[in-house]
């Protein structure tokens, strides 16, 4: 996602919110309502929350991009990644629930699919990690999707970068 559409993605989000909260307390107190407050409340509201947390956000994807080796990382909050392994997705199973601090771990064996949830951090609502595996010649082609629980989430400050490379770390020391 370009980084321009994420603040107007994030504006709008919190500009709506706040307009609405906004709106109904003044309904509330019986304060006069009007057009130019409203657009001058939203527009430092707004200014005043995007700017710094999607840039705080910019810089925490930065930092786990960088901390992984990655180069251009996506600012999407719903990561997605493909890469292949030599492990059985047993072995990635047993390695992620002996290792991780993801909350509950399951393995479909019938499917081949590796279904992981993750709880409540100071950067997201909790994530869904989804594992999907397929052989190939030798090696297991791994789809690794990480996406909040919070379908409304705009920013998680890198957190579902860091799972989806997590992931990916764990299926080379994998036993």
Known sequence: ????????????????????????????????????????????????????LVSFHKYQVNNTAKEFGLKNPDYEVSQKKVFFSDKTP???????????????VNFHESNQIIKIKTGFTGKSWGDVITIKSQKEKENYKYQVESKPIFPLTVIDFGQNLENVLKIERYSKIAI
């Open 1 to 52: 996602m370009r980084l321009f559409t994420l603040y107007i993605k994030y504006f709008i989000v919190v500009a709506l919110t706040y307009s609405v909260l906004m709106i109904g307390l003044d309904l509330v107190t019986g304060r006069e309502i009007t057009f130019y407050d409203i657009v001058i409340r939203i527009l430092i509201f707004g200014v005043g929350m995007t700017l710094p």
């Open 90 to 104: 047993e072995q990635i199973y047993n390695t992620i629930e002996r290792r991780s601090q993801f909350r509950k």
